[in-house]
């Protein structure tokens, strides 16, 4: 069996939750309330046909099964299983009122990092799910500020299930602490526009001197329809419970039809060019 722990044998000791939560890898989850756990009502759909070694697994994460009683095998097949019912757990307690005060701290410390754009100065993410059914989507970093979605930096985290995270959770948290929202301006403290944009000249100089013997800028797309790129082209849209937040879908509709008129407008340019739609 593998061996995930970087605790204390201390640690481990304490609980099966104090592991899981130490080891690499782990640090988007937050601590869920052994009360919780405990509550069968929460675990309403988590059965035996959707967790393999269901009642075994959740004794070991509420600490009381005898592990020495076990063979090797089998003690591998729970604890599969018990990290996989964890994080399925995890995903409903964290839009709960306890989980998303939790969930909050880790973002004030920008516990799962900050948004690599340029004018999001930094801004701390949140974790998000493309899906709600596990093994369809790793986990993805939300950032309020630009609105767009980012893949972890470390493959550890990268390789985390989305459904531990939910396509909700990062909505709802800003629905219950909207004082969180974010501005779209330079927030106070940050490095100053100038300096952003003189980053952003130094790297843009940096991409010319190395792509100066690519064959030269919009003639090297030779004979691809532009068009039919922004038609492609897809964007994030986030949910609550499936729905579409109604403010964020006002926006969608508004930024669809925005680029349906842009699309319409290359098309017309295109055919009378001559270029052919790929």
Request: include cysteine.
């Amino acid at each position: 069996m593998e061996d995930l722990s970087t605790g204390s044998e201390s640690d481990y000791s304490n609980s099966w939750i104090s592991w899981f939560l130490s080891t690499k890898g782990n640090e988007y989850f937050a601590e869920v309330d052994e009360d919780y756990i405990l509550d069968r009502f929460n675990l309403t759909g988590l059965n035996g046909e959707v967790v393999q070694e269901y009642s075994r697994a959740l004794n070991l994460i509420t600490d009381n099964l005898d592990e020495e009683s076990l063979d090797d095998d089998v003690r591998e097949a729970v604890e599969t299983s018990a990290r996989f019912l964890y994080g399925l757990i995890h995903a409903r307690y964290i839009v709960t009122s306890r989980g998303l005060s939790k969930m909050l701290e880790k973002y004030r410390k920008a516990d799962f990092g900050r948004c690599p754009r340029v004018y999001c100065y930094q801004q701390p993410l949140l974790p998000v799910g493309l899906s709600d059914i596990p093994y369809q989507k790793a986990v993805k970093l939300y950032c309020p500020r630009c609105e767009d979605i980012y893949s972890p930096k470390s493959n550890r985290h990268g390789s985390i299930d989305g459904a531990y995270f939910g396509t909700t959770f990062p909505h709802m948290l800003f629905m219950v602490y909207p004082q969180m929202i974010p501005g779209k301006g330079q927030p106070v403290g940050s490095s100053s526009v100038a300096d952003v944009n003189r980053s952003l000249a130094n790297q843009q100089k940096s991409e010319n001197n190395g792509g100066s013997g690519g064959g030269g800028g919009q003639n090297s797309l030779g004979s691809i329809s532009t068009a039919s790129v922004a038609n492609k082209a897809e964007r994030y849209e986030p949910r609550i419970f499936g729905f579409k937040v109604n403010e964020d879908a006002k926006l969608s509709r508004w930024r669809t039809a925005k680029r349906d008129a842009q699309i319409s407008r290359l098309e017309n340019l295109e055919t009378e060019q001559g270029q052919p739609n790929l």
